[in-house]
């Protein structure tokens, strides 16, 4: 009988080792290595992107399909649609694609059509 049980022993802890080795590194309690890093992707604008109509429509068509969202919502994707286009904008100015005063006027109307108080470009 005790070499049944020593055997048994055995075997459960064969099989523990077993199905350790193969558990992922997290579930046996160890770290894996951190993912590097991802860098978000920037587009780099051209003519026909900087054009104040080309940014106005796009701004508008961006927030179309969240129409029937709350308007809590709806202010908060505003609010991440004008930051996205303050920095669309400034690309757009830094790479001479769009001069300052132009940009400007762009983005008042876009905030005030919004109305949010959002920082200018």
Request: hydrophobic share 40%.
């Amino acid at each position: 009988m005790g070499h049944l049980l020593m055997g048994l022993s055995s075997l459960l802890g064969a099989l523990l080792l077993i199905s350790h080795a193969e558990l992922p590194l997290q579930a046996q309690g160890r770290r894996a290595p951190a993912l590097p890093a991802s860098k978000p992707t920037i587009y780099d604008p051209d003519p026909l992107t900087c054009q104040p109509a080309t940014i106005r429509e796009a701004f508008e068509r961006q927030l179309e399909p969240y129409a029937s969202q709350s308007p809590t919502v709806l202010a908060q994707l505003r609010k991440v649609q004008l930051d996205m286009t303050r920095s669309s904008l400034q690309r757009c100015v830094s790479k001479g694609l769009m001069d300052r005063e132009t940009a400007s006027a762009l983005w008042t109307e876009l905030v005030s059509a919004q109305t949010t108080g959002s920082t200018r470009p």
